[in-house]
């Protein structure tokens, strides 16, 4: 029975299994049949969609053709127009060329001809001369000077009437100018004068101390006088003496010295010794502060400490009686004024108008002029090249910057205004006379007067000798030759005087 049953199980599994396979065989038979129905359909559509892009690109293609075939046919069309527009231009051209040919043919001659009528007009000019030769009895060239002559005499007058009206015109005007410049330089700056001569007096407390300071058999006095490089003078004048010398440096040391001892009351060479050396001292701390004060009174920074103790120097030092160190610091002031209104270096005229003498503080102990000798050492001291060349160039006639022109002129107006400087009486008549001997070297002058204290000069000329029209060249010519030779503060005028007189008595 197990195995009846065994044998069943077997025969289920077998019809299982086959019947399994059928099923499953089926199954895979429909599951091809779909996937080649579907590779059929994707297949057909894909040749569908490749006819229809096909075509889309050859519809595309054809009307690119089409469009290069109208570009082609465009630019054809516009090489066509290009070249037809250049071979107008060349027939125009050619046109022209032929005109412009013809042209020069034309002028080539008309020059022949024109140059046949000059030859002709030349021909009968020339003796159209000669016969105006043979009946005015002159030659052409003398004709030429008896016009010339004879225009000259016309117009002579006229010329120096001319000559009047512009000089009076342009004098007017640049005096009207400088005067506004000057005058308000000048009422901006106010300053006291000096009038230090070669001597310096000393008060004493009695006259006992005039044989103190002589000492025994003159010890005293010599030895002052030896370490001070100075000659005290000791007259009748009461209470008093007189300390001389060249250098005021010199002269205030030996003063300073002496008050020392008189406050002291001891005086013998030792302690004149003493004090002298303190009076040194003393001098170089108070040139020192003397420099100082007047850099800051002229607005002058950045100077090097040695160059201001040299500045300080100057407050010892006079020209024509004028303290170098006050009108040093007058000059920068006025400078800076002008420079102002100018329209210059401000800060440049101000320097170099403060250090423009600079070479006075040392030109006793330095060969050489002080121009140079300023011009070194402001280049020793690091001083800018312009303030130096102001220092070397401001007396020379022409200076080529205008701040030395600036300077130049603020050294003459803080020399020339009145009281500035002393002049002996000397030197005054001097100078008066110089200015006459000069205007008199000249042909045609009959008197000379120098007048407003050598400001001025008065020429007086022969009418006969000097025409008006020479009397303006004499004038510029006195005027350059007082220039050339002659050293004056501020300027001189020179006025030349022609007059005719004529007198007559009615009886």
Not at 352 to 367: N, Q, S
Request: charged content about 30%; proline content about 2%; some cysteine.
């Amino acid at each position: 029975m197990e195995i009846t049953l065994l044998i069943g199980i077997a025969v289920s599994l077998a019809v299982g299994f086959a019947i399994g396979y059928v099923v499953r065989k089926a199954f895979a038979s429909r599951s091809v049949d779909s996937a080649e129905n579907k590779a059929e359909s994707i297949i057909s559509e894909a040749k569908s969609k490749e006819k229809e892009i096909f075509l889309e690109a050859k519809d595309k293609a054809l009307a690119v053709i089409e469009d290069a075939k109208k570009e082609e046919e465009r630019r054809r069309q516009e090489l066509v127009h290009a070249q037809q527009r250049l071979e107008k231009r060349e027939s125009l051209f050619d046109q022209k060329l032929l005109d412009l040919e013809n042209k020069q043919t034309k002028l080539a001659e008309q020059s022949e001809a024109l140059e046949a009528s000059r030859g002709e007009i030349a021909k009968i000019k020339e003796q159209q001369m000669q016969k105006l030769e043979k009946v005015a009895g002159l030659t052409q060239e003398e004709a030429k000077n008896v016009l010339l002559e004879n225009m000259e005499i016309r117009s002579k007058d006229e010329i120096i009437q001319r000559l009047r009206k512009l000089d009076s015109i342009a004098a007017d005007e640049w005096d009207e100018k400088a005067r506004q410049k000057l005058s308000l330089a000048m009422e901006r700056i106010a300053s006291s004068h000096a009038v230090e001569t070669t001597t310096t007096s000393l008060p004493l407390p009695s006259d006992d101390m005039k044989g103190r300071i002589i000492g025994k058999e003159g010890r005293n006095i010599k030895t002052l006088e030896q370490l001070t490089g100075v000659e005290i003078i000791i007259d009748e004048t009461p209470q008093t003496l007189l300390i001389s010398g060249f250098s005021p440096i010199r002269r205030h040391l030996a003063k300073r010295a002496l008050e020392k001892l008189m406050s002291d009351g001891r005086i013998h060479p030792g302690r004149i010794e003493e004090a002298v050396e303190q009076a040194k001292k003393e001098i170089a701390l108070d040139m020192k502060k003397a420099g100082e004060e007047a850099a800051y009174a002229a607005g002058v920074v950045g100077l090097h400490p040695k160059l201001v103790q040299i500045l300080g120097r100057m407050k010892y030092r006079t020209s024509y009686g004028q303290n170098v160190l006050q009108h040093s610091v007058e000059v920068s002031n006025i400078s800076v004024v002008l420079a102002e209104e100018l329209g210059a270096n401000v800060e440049l005229a101000r320097k170099g108008g403060l250090l423009h003498d600079i070479g006075k503080a040392v030109d006793h102990e330095i060969e050489g002029g002080h121009p140079q000798i300023g011009f070194d050492i402001c280049k020793k001291f690091g001083v800018a090249e312009e303030v130096g060349k102001i220092a070397l160039t401001h007396h020379d006639d022409h200076p080529d910057m205008l701040e030395t022109v600036i300077v130049k002129v603020a050294d003459a107006l803080s020399g020339a205004r009145p009281g500035a400087r002393k002049d002996t009486y000397e030197n005054y008549l001097q100078r008066l006379s110089e200015l006459e001997d000069i205007a008199n070297t000249f042909d045609g002058v009959d008197k000379s007067y120098a007048i407003q204290a050598g400001r001025e000069i008065r020429v007086f000329v022969e009418p006969t000798s000097v025409n008006d029209l020479e009397a303006h060249q004499l004038a510029r010519d006195i005027a350059n030759k007082i220039e050339a030779e002659l050293k004056y503060p501020g300027e001189i005028k020179v006025n030349v005087i022609r007059e005719t007189r004529v007198i007559e008595y009615a009886r």
